[in-house]
């Protein structure tokens, strides 16, 4: 049986170095996170699959204790670390692929037992996503929803501002530390969302400063904690579509708001309808269509150490290094197999047979010839 101490999963949150595959192989090998703390240079090494790199990164780590009063500081400043075996840790995030090993908290958790929706789009939007923004958060919220957003400017803030219209919580999903309120003029909101019963969530270390490569990072947990997603107004080359992209690896249904053929915070909006998301006519017809997934909610909240410790999940197809190296370059606009071969650097019989297989597992789709999307 493992025994878990959240100090050290706190201290191991902390390296930076350490990708979370490997962080998870760690509990594998050793009863406990305080283990790994204490292990020396020939333990470690001994593993096999840790860099002289990773080895020199956890010595320097164990030498840092000031961990240990950071961690106490978390409560001072109302924030909670919840790594992923914790049972506070949300379901709907653990189930994702690349699920983060711990997030911090200020203020609640979306609850597991209700329907969660995101709600993204453009920070420089215009009055008509605005506007429906704010619409379908107001509706949505008032029948139960909780509304998943990432605090930003325009879309994110009025999704948010429209759940806090009718007095229900909604949750903000940072690039930034939960103790960073990015942007600053969203500081208001930021208070707001704590003070209706909401949250402020991030992977961050509290203090970590907005950067540009954490909002990806940011929008897969936005997608992770969302059954479905909502795209309010985006550009054709958008972060939104990004995160509709991440959605979709993650077997979320999307919506998309269509608007005017001339505006160009229409086009990405277009586009996945083109391609299949769903289409945003108005509040009561999304309602009604998601009747069943507002009133009945089947989530199996049960929660047990072994479950934890067991990563060999059966029902998740594994991939050999070519398949994944070929996938995570798969999006939702059409690759050829042309581009596929110059962006790996590999044969193109070898990505050719790699995109058969992906397609064969249901996880790619041949939408013309030689040019393949996710599924």
Request: proline share 5%; net charge neutral; with cysteine.
């Amino acid at each position: 049986m493992k025994e878990y101490s959240w100090e050290y999963e706190f201290w191991l949150h902390g390296l930076p170095d350490i990708p979370l595959k490997l962080k998870i192989k760690l509990y594998h090998h050793f009863s406990s996170i305080e283990e790994v703390y204490k292990a020396n240079r020939e333990k470690l090494k001994s593993l096999g699959f840790l860099s002289e790199e990773q080895v020199e990164a956890i010595l320097k780590g164990q030498k840092e204790e000031s961990f240990r009063k950071s961690y106490e500081e978390l409560g001072e400043k109302g924030i909670r670390f919840i790594p992923w075996n914790n049972p506070e840790y949300p379901l709907s995030l653990r189930e994702t692929l690349d699920y983060p090993h711990g997030i911090f908290v200020k203020g609640n958790l979306p609850n597991p037992e209700k329907l969660s929706i995101g709600i993204v789009g453009a920070r420089k939007c215009t009055p008509y996503g605005e506007h429906y923004a704010l619409e379908y958060s107001k509706a949505l919220a008032q029948v139960g929803v909780q509304i998943i957003s990432g605090l930003a400017r325009g879309i994110d803030g009025f999704g948010h501002r429209g759940a806090l219209l009718v007095n229900e919580p909604t949750f903000a999903v940072l690039g930034s530390g939960v103790d960073v309120c990015y942007p600053k003029q969203n500081m208001g909101l930021y208070q707001d969302i704590l003070a209706k019963g909401g949250g402020i969530l991030s992977e961050f270390m509290p203090g970590t400063m907005p950067l540009a490569f954490h909002f990806p990072m940011r929008n897969r947990i936005i997608g992770g904690l969302s059954k479905i997603l909502l795209i309010i107004e985006a550009k054709e080359k958008s972060g939104s579509l990004i995160t509709a992209d991440i959605a979709l690896e993650q077997g979320k249904d999307i919506y998309a708001l269509p608007g005017s053929v001339e505006s160009s915070y229409s086009k990405g909006c277009h586009y996945l309808i083109k391609q299949g998301a769903g289409i945003l006519i108005t509040p009561e017809e999304l309602i009604k269509d998601l009747g069943y997934l507002i009133h009945k909610i089947k989530k199996n909240n049960s929660y047990n150490k072994e479950t934890c410790e067991n990563l060999n999940d059966n029902n998740k197809i594994v991939l050999d290094k070519l398949q994944n190296m070929v996938y995570s370059l798969m999006c939702f606009t059409p690759k050829s197999i042309n581009q596929l071969a110059e962006e790996t650097q590999l044969a193109i019989d070898g990505v050719f047979d790699a995109l058969v297989s992906l397609e064969l597992e249901g996880l790619i789709k041949e939408v013309s010839k030689n040019y393949y999307v996710r599924l």
